[in-house]
């Protein structure tokens, strides 16, 4: 199924098939292991068909048990969520191709929800979305005399799980559909009701968007105009008594779903220009190049975004360089300054990297963003050298950082003198988890031991992500040694045998 050349494609391209709905969406994710990535681009159809077969014995399970991980939110409050495997990933983004047709958007000019649907072919991009539901608030807040916004406590983790079968029937699944999404969603928490929603997939999300469709939908609001992006919500009237009836109901319509609003995001229009008036028109015309950067698809693999995103930054006025390096200066940074800080300073690195270490230490949260920083850094031994004294330094580094600190080695820093030094400290460190580990076995690399690391877990008989990603791993070792490695981890289950297959059939002399 490869083309020799890893696909190209940025949101606005149609997407053909559910293999390029994944591929396009694979960057987005809270953790992006190049294991489901390369099994996608080189046996999509098999990890596809394989979970639908296994679904289709019903007195089997058809999804295994899936990988607790936690991202990182601002304050180190926790993301929890899973990491699917292969086949269950390749399931999820299918099954919602297949019934993206079925995911509308805006019910009415007077109800209007933003993002995660298809339009014209192509999922509307997130980052697009979000800046048209910024500027219909904008609008509105101008239009109106009140306005209330408030969002959904630990929404993603607080969804019942029989509640979206019913949601998929209502919203017209074929019946099979609809059982199958029961039982995907069950089987991969191991029969846990709540909190069985993953979290950080597009097609998740198109799920978790629609279902509060309801609150579109009810007949009773009162409100002339609401807005929705997935669990943000603002409604606006001139009459407050109507706005607060409105907040009243609402509250009464996620309760039904065990759904509560989160008291502390709650905030009146009053409230909202008491922020607003703090902000210096300085900081306000960076946070407005910030939202630009970020929609022109900042983090896309696309030449002429790249050119769009060069061209925001490149026209950064003398006021606004110094005042982000001034904010750069600061002993103790805010976490907006830092991700300011990350989305525009790329042509000014040498700045950033000197405080490399301590955006690390003080926003683990931006992990994700320091990656992303990363390629406009040209001093990669310097920056090895700030990674590696921050994982010898650091008394407690969660998950999500491990992991990405994982991606900028892969990605950066694997010629640097202070690789393999990294390479262990990340393999023993305290917070290692199967799936920071599982990021180093992908490496198709010969040094650094993890050849004979990789064969330890082959070796095993295990189905799990350690085995999985060492079999990715070994694409890039001779043919003959590979698939003989190969050929007795195949045993160790069914999900083993289609992993080594698409592995066994990847020609590296081809494709690399």
């Not at 469709?213 to 109507?242: A, E, G």
């Not at 042509?347 to 926003?363: I, K, Q």
């Not at 921050?390 to 994982?406: D, G, R, S, T, Y």
């Not at 069914?494 to 590296?508: E, R, T």
Request: neutral net charge.
């Amino acid at each position: 199924m490869g083309t020799g050349k890893r696909p190209s494609t940025p949101w606005r391209r149609n997407i053909a098939d559910a293999r390029a709905f994944f591929l396009n969406d694979y960057g987005q994710t809270l953790f992006p292991l190049k294991t489901n990535r390369f099994l996608a681009e080189f046996g999509f159809d098999q990890l596809r068909d394989f979970g639908l077969s296994a679904a289709e014995a019903v007195e089997k399970a058809a999804f295994l048990p899936q990988r607790n991980v936690s991202a990182l939110k601002a304050g180190w409050h926790q993301r929890r969520t899973v990491k699917l495997d292969p086949v269950a990933e390749a399931f999820i983004y299918d099954f919602m191709f297949r019934n993206r047709g079925l995911i509308r958007g805006a019910i009415s000019t007077e109800r209007e929800c933003y993002g995660y649907t298809f339009r014209e072919g192509a999922p509307l991009s997130p980052t697009f979305s979000y800046r048209g539901f910024k500027g219909a608030k904008s609008e509105y807040s101008a239009k109106f005399e009140h306005s209330l916004s408030f969002d959904i406590s630990s929404y993603f983790n607080s969804i019942y799980h029989h509640d979206l079968p019913e949601w998929a029937e209502d919203r017209g699944f074929s019946g099979d559909d609809v059982v199958l999404l029961g039982r995907f969603l069950r089987e991969i928490k191991s029969g846990r009701s709540i909190d069985c929603l993953p979290q950080g997939l597009y097609p998740t999300k198109m799920i978790g968007n629609d279902f509060l469709k309801f609150i579109d939908n009810s007949v009773r609001l009162k409100s002339p105009k609401l807005i929705r992006f997935m669990d943000d919500i603002v409604i606006f009237s001139d009459n407050k008594s109507d706005l607060l009836s409105d907040f009243y109901l609402i509250q009464d319509l996620l309760g039904q779903r065990g759904l509560s609003i989160n008291s502390a995001k709650t905030k009146t229009s009053e409230e909202e220009q008491d922020v607003a008036v703090t902000v210096d028109d300085v900081k306000r015309g960076l946070l407005r190049k910030r939202r630009s950067v970020i929609s022109k698809g900042y983090s896309q693999d696309d030449d002429d975004d790249e050119k769009e995103t060069l061209g925001v930054v490149r026209n950064l006025t003398g006021k606004e360089v110094a005042r982000l390096q001034e904010m750069l200066k600061e002993p103790h940074l805010e976490e907006e300054d830092a991700e300011l800080i990350l989305t525009l300073m790329g042509e000014h690195s040498s700045d950033v990297l000197a405080r490399f270490d301590d955006l690390l230490g003080d926003f683990p949260n931006l992990s994700k963003s320091l990656y992303s920083f990363c390629k406009h850094i040209s001093d990669r031994e310097y920056l090895a050298e700030a990674v590696l004294g921050f994982l010898n330094k650091a008394a407690f580094v969660p998950e999500f950082q491990l992991f990405w600190i994982a991606m900028i080695l892969d990605d950066y820093l694997l010629r640097t003198k202070k690789a393999g030094a990294i390479i262990a400290k990340l393999i023993v460190h305290p917070q290692s988890t199967p799936i920071t580990v599982a990021k180093l076995l992908e490496i198709p690399t010969s040094n650094f031991g993890l050849p004979e690391l990789r064969t330890e877990h082959l070796r095993e008989g295990k189905s799990d992500w350690l085995a999985w990603s060492a079999a990715v791993g070994s694409r890039a070792a001779p043919k003959g040694a590979r698939n003989q490695m190969l050929k007795y981890y195949r045993h160790g289950s069914p999900m083993n045998s289609v992993i080594a297959d698409i592995v066994s059939s990847y020609d590296a002399s081809v494709f690399d």
